[in-house]
């Protein structure tokens, strides 16, 4: 089984901000990597996939990186919406999905 | 517009069974994988099975494997997951999402709003 481990766990910033999530496999998956967001009570919400290629309509502050083991997830100006809990999922082999990095405000 | 409906949770005893239903609209059922994700109570998301658009091939994590069945009624426009020999650890919230394509492991860009099943007695 592949294992996805995210960092941080939880991540305090401010409006405005440049933030990066990091999303490691326990071995390479190619660019298969999605990345969601979260909020409270919600389904989560496609955002991201094939490593890289933003799904329509999402803000073009979105934008992701990586291949093989290492990805990032980047926010490159923190909206008052973006406060949520992000998840990556690989989908190379079955489906696995990072435990969550939880995005809060400083 | 792409939507996705769960129903069926509840509350259930160790042991017990349970069948969930994804109702589907807004696109082409049978041309798309589709699978069930489920979120424990405060924890992160666990996909547990997947069937492709033919209903023909299915996967299953290994959490559920023998007691979990996936299925799906491309006349109706219909997902089911059959529960048996439900555990405590299986409370969660279901949801069923719709693959990116007819393959056997995808991303998923639509997600029902869940359903919750509780084990407990």
């Known amino acids: 089984d592949i294992q996805m481990t995210q960092s941080p766990s939880i991540l305090s910033a401010s409006v405005g901000d440049r933030v990066t999530i990091t999303c490691r496999a326990s071995?390479?998956?190619?660019?298969?990597l999605a990345w969601y967001q979260q909020k409270p009570g919600k389904a989560p919400n496609l955002l991201i996939y094939k490593a890289s290629s933003l799904k329509s309509g999402v803000p073009s502050r979105f934008s992701g990186s990586g291949s093989g083991p290492e990805f990032t997830l980047t926010i490159s100006s923190l909206q008052p919406d973006d406060f949520a809990t992000y998840y990556c999922?690989?989908?190379?082999?079955?489906?696995?999905f990072g435990q969550g990095t939880k995005l809060e405000i400083k | 517009e792409v939507q996705l409906l769960e129903s069926g949770g509840g509350l259930v005893q160790p042991g017990g069974s349970l069948r969930l239903s994804c109702a589907a609209s807004?696109?082409?059922?049978?041309?798309?994988?589709m699978s069930w994700v489920r979120q424990a109570p405060g924890k992160g998301l666990e996909w547990i099975s997947g069937?492709?658009?033919?209903?023909?091939?299915?996967r299953y994590a290994d959490s559920v494997k023998g007691r979990f069945t996936i299925s799906r009624d491309n006349s109706e426009n219909t997902l089911y997951l059959q529960m048996s020999s439900l555990r405590a650890e299986d409370t969660a919230v279901y949801y069923c999402?719709?693959?990116?394509?007819?393959?056997?492991?995808?991303?998923?860009?639509?997600w029902g709003q869940g359903t919750l099943v509780t084990v407990s007695s």
């Open positions: 999922q690989q989908y190379n082999s079955y489906s696995s």
């Open positions: 069937i492709r658009g033919s209903g023909g091939s299915t």
């Open positions: 807004g696109f082409t059922f049978s041309n798309y994988a």
């Open positions: 071995q390479s998956i190619r660019s298969w």
């Open positions: 999402a719709k693959d990116d394509e007819d393959g056997d492991i995808n991303y998923y860009d639509c």
